[in-house]
T-cell receptor, first 109, second 115 residues
Framework: KNEVEQSPQNLTAQEGEFITINCSYS?????LHWLQQHPGGGIVSLFMLSSGKKKHGRLIATINIQEKHSSLHITASHPRDSAVYICAVSSSRNEKLTFGTGTRLTIIP | DAGVIQSPRHEVTEMGQEVTLRCKPI?????LFWYRQTMMRGLELLIYFNNNVPIDDSGMPEDRFSAKMPNASFSTLKIQPSEPRDSAVYFC?????????????FGDGTRLSIL
């Protein structure tokens, strides 16, 4: 079993829909990271959080430390949100990130 | 401030050749990471440095791979000799560290194809 599990692996939705991507982890962490990667593109850090909720524009990330679970929400989704979203966790013991396998999101106009 | 800069963006070379990938981290960042991304295995950490010193190279696949960081503003990842299975996108990232509480900033990656 991977230390970081994401679901779903693939998600296709219509423009305007509310999107939720889930991440569960099985190890102790110092922080959870959400990353975005557009096709053929680089990797951008969207959020880093260790408790509660963070919001940036139409993106919202939440984490429940007790349940070892995080969600990434996108409101009013747009085709430009189409990308792979990657969950990763970092440990306070070192600086290494452990990655989930990613969720490929496609938003249809 | 400029982000993490990687070069080249694309590299196509023949099996057996030496390949050198380069990375310039964000100024002031004391951690530098090298990652490899493939369809089969996703993102994998190869090695990371703290203050130019290699801390963990357990992800380096074999002796054909080596990485150096001669100063705070430059790092290289070298593959010699290269093999087709080394084909992947290689990312460099840097961060301020502090116990995993800082985000990592990624470069645009080097897409490597070994023929």
């Amino acid at each position: 079993k991977n230390e970081v599990e994401q679901s779903p692996q693939n998600l296709t939705a219509q423009e305007g829909e509310f999107i939720t991507i889930n991440c569960s982890y099985s190890v102790g962490i110092s922080a959870l990271h959400w990353l975005q990667q557009h096709p053929g593109g680089g990797i951008v850090s969207l959020f880093m959080l260790s408790s509660g909720k963070k919001k940036h524009g139409r993106l919202i990330a939440t984490i429940n430390i007790q349940e070892k679970h995080s969600s990434l929400h996108i409101t009013a989704s747009h085709p430009r949100d189409s990308a792979v979203y990657i969950c990763a966790v970092s440990s306070s013991r070192n600086e290494k990130l452990t990655f989930g396998t990613g969720t490929r999101l496609t938003i249809i106009p | 401030d400029a982000g993490v800069i990687q070069s080249p963006r694309h590299e196509v070379t023949e099996m057996g050749q030496e390949v050198t990938l380069r990375c310039k981290p964000i100024s002031g960042h004391d951690y530098l990471f090298w990652y490899r991304q493939t369809m089969m295995r996703g993102l994998e950490l190869l090695i990371y440095f703290n203050n130019n010193v290699p801390i963990d190279d357990s992800g380096m696949p074999e002796d054909r791979f080596s990485a150096k960081m001669p100063n705070a503003s430059f790092s290289t990842l070298k593959i010699q000799p290269s093999e087709p299975r080394d084909s992947a996108v290689y990312f460099c990232a840097s961060s301020l560290g502090q116990g995993g509480y800082q985000p990592q900033h990624f470069g645009d990656g080097t897409r490597l194809s070994i023929l």
